[in-house]
């Protein structure tokens, strides 16, 4: 770094706008409004769906638009079959084994028979190998999203008691109630997907950050945790949904605790501590290994032969997976009546699902250095989850740990995917006898020991703590509501509280008087430095936020309180003296010649400078003096001593102002401008400045040639103008006269 | 206005922040943080309720607290009875005869029989009188939260069908159950409003912005309008509520409007007509009247006359009051079950009542220049409220049209409120037979008439839309809103469009790049102006809005457009030609003595400028010269060319940055250093400076060095820096050594 040590010179005019802007030339031109930058934003999407069907399509915007809209011929045209083939295939096939096992232990959150998972694991991968943009992630089940299919599945289909009032529920068993309440909230998902996609509103997903997604996955966590204890316990708990259902599950799991199948427990102890121990050394030794050991599939395949050598499901009553159904059912019509009943859980989980295949699609995206069209995807995902809704699979998205497993073996493109797809059909059509004994505790015990990741992220508290309070405090907000509430509403709260810290964050900032720093044109927080210049009569304020409808309220009493007076009071006061000395002229007991008052009044002929008006009509027009308000009056008039002549307010960081902050601005700047403080803006950004034309801010009493394009201009047009003021009582001067 | 043809002179060192804190002393002390601010702004209410319970109370912090929880001693004590007790008397009477006619008019939107309008205009103001701060306002019904309690009464106890599944509903009458469902949700009215003095939480109506209130009533008066449609046209709709119950009340109006009674149409449009003529005629001549003319007190009391005398309710079969309660009824619990059915809808009730409340209590406030307590009105309002409805009143704020007449008519303080009350128990106990034959449709008409003023805010659309589009946005959806899902419903609505719109306007901000205006140190908008200097090789882009999780990534979009390459893909390209260089040098093919290359490699002993890590962690040490990027390659590598070297940004208008946002600038500035162009900060605020310290945002690529305190500062260094580099290629200076 070279040394600083440059000097800094600087000799030009004082300017103010007015004067700046009559000696330079400015061009015009159409500002674009916030709704125009909105658009822009919408349409720099890389492809708008509605553009091409709008305008004269040429051969080159159709063929753009079926490339975005057919993503699978942008990669397959530049497919490399030697180099890529063989990484997809093998990809495909270990993918494959983690979404047959994923697919498996997630229908159980989502309260469904098993092979419904292995569903998941083909249909909406097909649709996605055409219509998806990320070559990386593994379409299917997600835990979250499973556990929020499972909560509308156990609401309107609860173990005990009667299924809800839906004619298409007549006649069927429980099982293929909770597919059909299934299939249907995931053709709705869908629905709300496609629709959002070809609304092109992919991206509000910016609102969900990281920090409120660290908790809304935590919370999940917890929510997965309680799920899976029954199983593991080999418990016989209904699946309870709705607010509050973690505290009334546990409750009931502690009530049954007694009646725990112990060969349950021990199993369940024995996977998690070797997937975990073994989950650590692929991790530690990650660099030596070739390929990660697949301990989830071994343990499986263990479990299963031990459950049918030793027979558990007769000898120790253990819970297995039990009849798996062999092929595929033919499709099944949504329920409208489901379609009613789950709507306001349908859109957060279009919306989750959404969220976190976008999220890890960007990751590789980033990694790989190729676009992801967020719309697209939302059409994607919407496409394919009525497709696989269509055939009684359930809501799919991706998870970040199968999708890890896809790319880290080598997968380069989708045709990974549509192996594993294809591996998931293999067992389905032809294996799924083999995954009957299965035990369902081991598939418990898998789920949990994969919530290591999710429920690690309770360390963020302490970090958010430190570093932003605020989104501390969305944090445990969003996971205190997902737990307590639920997944659905518990995201709405976490929303709320994260937007609400925003306004909260803009509504109350930091206010600062400035001060000079001497022999320099910088100026910054009196309080911050040693040496400091504050002209008297001068104060500097600094708002340092935007001025809206929260805040106007706010900023007016903070200014009142560094000012040291309300304004409107001193007016008021004034008004009545000024009253009083009106009536003591009518009576002529004021003689105004004698010695004792001409420090109090003098002669003039310029009584422009003294307005009162509005609020207190009366005006000083008809007075033969003018009135030095700092001095005593020689009647009982507590009139508040005003020390100060000028306010400078430092506009650099309002970057935006709305009606209620204009109108709020208007009064305050008249109040000190009545009572004789001349009111400066500065650093006023150019399009706040247009707006306060656009919307009448100016009249007589409201210049334009209060705004200076810096502090220091104001400040030595103030001291030029008051330079032959006495210190500390600038009117005395005019007083002598 | 002196001239301005002052000059502005400074001469200084270049100031680094780092070099700036070097030479300027700093006073250590505590910042204060956001939560800080916000209890700050919370005791920054006149009186803190708690502060005095749990400190040690001397004398006169008692005094004070008496003071404040029973603010009529207040008033008591300078109460100046010769010259305000005849205001007062007139006032209180005046108010009293429309507090009477609002009261049974009001309590037709409230679905519950006439007197109980009475009870609403006497019991509430008891407790007023003793605990409230406004002097000014009229303590009463008011016309939507009349219709936000009768929208509860139609759900729970419906015109047609049975009541909901209530115990206590047992063994009473409709009336009964309507009464009741009212009382019990005025109580828990109050509680909510209790509980919010309580908790100081009065600041929350500041999100009520005026737009927001504007839509809202706009669209509670369209609400009024059709409910009351029934009444003059003589109709017999049960009461309908619930989202869309507007359209369902017109479709059921329009069904039977054949049904109209001729003489309740003609009796409403003759009392509409004149009322609302003489209503103009009285704003008109408002200077000559010595009172307004009370025309609606003289067509109630023609109405009375003439409906008993020609026996309207026999012969044309009118719908009148009918049989009156005279004298008050004994007090009774407020059901618990109700509490349950209604607690979603009391809520909004407590805020809307408190919201107008208080905002009419401030206009009189600033008028009469004294201070309202928001939180001490809560207490009051609650403790009114939960008085009065014990007493079977119900919900209870003030009405801006009487409060008007109270004030206007001499009313001095809240003696004038106890006499209106005192009016309104003379004609409950005394008075009521009179009312008896009063037909429905003129309370109806008079209600209609007095909705002139809400309705005509719908002129505020266009004056919105042209100000200022977010708000109109926001008008509109609450109105919208409100209309169509209902009062509670549509106020959620409004508020989170209003707070979106908030999100929105910092979310997508008018970027823009800078340029120094010749012979001077400020910088415009090189868009706007015609002499503008733009340093080759330097970019100056400024921010303009907070920077937080939902415009991270829309910054660096807009700054990748701004400077016009992508750093990460620019790195990555050059890190495959690096590679490449490399295996040619293994090779010995790149013969780097020849002439054709010395203008792409140099020998350099100092390699530390070209760092390549994370991404793509080949680095150059091992090489024996640097690489001119820009130059071209010998064998076919396509690198873009960059032609920045420095890149400012401006952070003035930058008031807050998230960890999320943090995370991004850490990413996009390594971005940029990686690719040689330096990065500098300018105009950060302290605060985010300090965050930035206590955030290890610092590490050994992005150094405190980059921060400047001016834009000036910033650019003098980077063009004494560059001062050697030859213009448009500032590498190559350094290629030819």
Chains 1, 2 share one sequence.
């Not at 939302?378 to 496409?383: K, R, T």
């Not at 001060?515 to 001068?538: F, S, W």
């Not at 009162?612 to 020689?634: G, M, Q």
Request: neutral net charge.
């Amino acid at each position: 770094m070279v040394t600083l040590r440059k000097q800094y010179v600087v000799a030009r005019p004082v300017y103010s706008e007015d004067s700046f802007a009559d000696s330079n030339e400015k061009i015009c031109r159409k500002h674009k409004t916030v709704l125009d930058h909105f658009k822009e934003y919408l349409t720099s999407e890389e492809n708008s769906l509605l553009s091409c069907d709008l305008s004269s399509c040429d051969a080159k915007r159709a063929k753009n638009a079926v490339l975005s809209r057919l993503p699978i011929i942008g990669w397959m045209r530049i497919y490399r079959v030697r180099e890529w083939l063989l990484g997809d295939v093998v990809s495909g096939i270990s993918t494959g084994l983690v979404a047959i096992m994923q697919g498996l232990a997630f229908s159980l959150l989502a309260s469904l028979p098993p092979s419904y998972g292995l569903y998941t694991a083909f249909f909406p991968v097909l649709t996605y190998f055409f219509l998806g943009t990320s070559r990386h992630i593994s379409v299917g089940s997600f835990p979250v999203l499973s556990l929020m299919v499972g909560a509308v599945v156990t609401r309107l289909v609860p173990e005990d008691g009667p299924p809800a009032n839906i004619t298409e529920f007549v006649g069927l068993t429980q099982d293929q109630q909770r597919v059909l309440v299934a299939s249907s909230v995931t053709f709705l998902m869908g629905i709300f997907q496609l629709a959002m996609g070809i609304l092109q509103v992919g991206f509000i997903v910016v609102y969900l950050s990281d920090t409120l997604v660290s908790g809304f996955t935590t919370a999940a966590a917890v929510h997965i945790l309680v799920s899976q204890l029954k199983f593991v316990l080999g418990l016989n708990v209904p699946g309870i949904s709705g607010p509050f259902s973690v505290i009334y599950t546990l409750e009931e799991i502690f009530v049954q605790i007694t009646s725990t199948n112990i060969c349950d427990l021990v199993m369940s102890i024995v996977i998690i501590v070797v997937v975990f121990i073994v989950k650590e050394l692929n991790d530690r030794y990650k660099a030596k290994l070739p390929v990660p050991i697949p301990i989830e599939v071994i343990v499986t395949v263990i479990a299963c032969g031990v459950s049918y050598g030793f027979k558990f499901e007769k000898i120790y009553n253990v819970d297995v997976v039990g009849k798996m159904i062999s092929g595929y059912e033919s499709p099944i019509p949504p329920s409208v009546e489901v379609f009613q009943e789950s709507a306001m859980e349908a859109f957060p989980i279009a919306i989750v699902g959404f969220a976190v295949a976008f999220s890890v699609a960007k990751v590789y995206a980033i990694k790989h250095d190729y676009t992801i069209d967020g719309n697209q995807e939302l059409v994607a995902f919407g496409i394919s989850n009525i497709f696989g809704a269509s055939f009684r699979s359930f809501a799919a998205s991706t998870a970040l740990s199968r999708t890890a497993v896809q790319e880290s073996s080598g997968g380069k493109t989708q045709v990974a995917g549509l192996i594993s797809a294809m591996m998931a059909m293999i067992v389905t059509v032809a294996l799924s006898f083999l995954l009957e004994p299965l035990p369902r505790s081991v598939l418990g015990a898998l789920v949990i020991v994969n919530l290591k990741g999710m429920l690690t992220q309770f360390r963020e508290i302490p970090y958010l703590w430190r570093r932003d309070k605020p989104e501390c405090v969305v944090w445990v907000g969003t996971c205190l509501g997902v737990i307590l509430l639920g997944l659905d509403l518990g995201l709405a709260v976490g929303l709320g509280v994260e937007l609400f810290t925003v306004i909260f964050r803009i509504q109350f900032p930091r206010c600062s008087v400035l001060a000079n720093i001497p022999g320099t044109d910088l100026y910054r927080d009196r309080k911050d430095y040693v040496q400091m210049v504050e002209p008297t009569g001068v104060k500097i304020f600094r708002i340092p936020s935007p001025i809206f409808f929260a805040n106007t309220e706010f900023f007016r009493n903070k200014l009142v309180e560094a000012v040291g007076f309300n304004p409107l009071r001193v007016l008021r006061k004034r008004n009545k003296a000024l009253r009083k000395i009106k009536q003591m002229l009518q009576k002529k007991d004021l003689d105004f010649a004698e010695g004792g008052l001409t420090d109090l009044f003098y002669s003039t002929t310029d009584d422009s400078n003294v307005k009162l008006e509005l609020d207190l009509p009366i005006d000083v027009k008809d007075l033969p003096f003018r009135i030095n308000w700092n001095a005593d009056f020689p009647f009982k008039a507590s009139v508040p001593r005003v020390d100060l002549h000028s306010l400078i307010l430092d506009f650099s960081a309002v970057s935006f102002l709305d009606i209620s902050a204009l109108k709020g601005l208007k009064t305050a700047f008249k109040e000190f401008i009545r009572v004789d403080v001349d009111v400066y803006i500065v650093s006023c950004d150019a399009y706040i400045l247009q707006k306060l034309h656009s919307c009448m801010f100016f009249d007589d009493e409201i210049l334009t040639s209060m705004f200076f394009p810096t502090l220091h201009d104001a400040m030595l047009h103030v001291l030029e103008r008051h330079k032959n003021d006495r210190i500390g009582d600038w009117q005395s001067k005019a007083a002598q006269l």
